[in-house]
């Protein structure tokens, strides 16, 4: 338990989590890049890249980050969040007016 403390306290949780997505990334691309299936990569990353800012904005609570770093990564959630929610939307509509 003391070993999960640490990580938790520490913010190196958050560090293990973006590891993880970075090889989920990749395996994901080259999924995409050699069988032409799954998910292509700017909806991925716009998605991905929502919830790692959220990470980094765990990391910067956890740790005592000025609130600067704080605002910086929940900013960045937003903007990838709405970039995210476009290509859907978008996506939705091409759908919809598609012969």
Known sequence: MALLEDLVTSGRIVDLMLVFILIEIVALLLIR??????????PLLTNIGAGGSLMLALKAALTGAGWGWLVAALLASLVFHVADLRHRWQAANAVETAP
């Open 33 to 42: 890049r050699f069988t032409g299936r799954g998910i292509a990569a700017l």
